[in-house]
């Protein structure tokens, strides 16, 4: 915290696909796509994102997926940690329960762009939250759809409910 009773937030942006939607999405989808992006808000010392599990938590970098492609500084936030957690566990059990995940549509990015707007009052890059309209845009993309729809992404992290 900072002497005006500010908090830094932080987006965290990792590509699980480690390089390979760079290389193989022109001649997959047709249209060059740099990342499978997956987002996490940190704030309070630590990193937030939603998983198949529902709303999880590590520290900053904390996760099998290492460190941060990229991190994006959101600004300040004067919420203080209590004051979030209060709001996480509101969100985890209702709009972020584990069963409302959905690869394309309720996702990390989702949650991430929310938190991000509470938090600071600015969403989070659109090439991020954009990325799944674009694949399902193309032939390739509706094609997978029926076996995407089933993935979930977990790179791990304590649940903030406490539940598996």
Not at 92 to 121: I, M, P, W
Request: with cysteine; hydrophobic share 35%; proline share 8%.
């Amino acid at each position: 915290m900072d002497p005006s009773g500010s908090y830094p937030v932080k987006l965290y942006i990792y590509d699980l696909s480690r390089g390979m939607a760079r290389q193989l999405s022109p001649v997959m989808l047709g249209k060059q796509l740099d990342g499978i992006w997956h987002t996490a808000i940190v704030v309070h010392g630590k990193e937030y994102f939603f998983v198949g599990e529902g709303i999880n938590n590590c520290p900053p970098g904390g996760t099998p997926l290492g460190e941060p492609d990229s991190v994006v500084d959101m600004g300040f936030t004067e919420v203080p940690a209590e004051l979030f957690m209060e709001y996480l566990t509101s969100l985890a059990e209702s709009t972020y329960r584990g069963d409302k995940y959905n690869l394309f549509e309720h996702n990390c990015n989702s949650f991430s762009n929310e938190v991000a707007q509470f938090l600071t009052g600015k969403k989070i890059p659109s090439y991020i939250t954009d990325l799944p309209s674009e694949v399902l845009s193309t032939p390739f993309g509706q094609a997978l759809r029926p076996l995407l729809d089933s993935v979930v992404i977990n790179p791990g992290g304590n649940n903030i409910t406490g539940q598996r």
